[in-house]
């Protein structure tokens, strides 16, 4: 069987190659959609998700 160890051993680089662009879309639709978002909402989405409140610590 030694057909078949070989063939088990190429499955975590055929993951790794469908999971990639996988990974890049995912990316850029979750860049994408904050990106709207902020844009409809102005800037008081992104400063209550990015930023804190700077007088809560007294600078």
Not at 6 to 34: D, T
Not at 37 to 43: H, M, V
Request: charge should be positive; charged fraction near 20%.
């Amino acid at each position: 069987m030694p057909h078949l160890d070989y063939e088990l051993l190429k499955i975590p680089s055929r993951l790794r190659a469908l999971s990639r662009p996988f990974g890049l879309l995912m990316a850029l639709l979750l860049v994408g959609f904050l990106g709207l978002t902020d844009y409809l909402t102005g800037s008081e989405l992104s400063f209550s998700i990015f930023y804190r409140e700077l007088g809560s610590k007294g600078v």
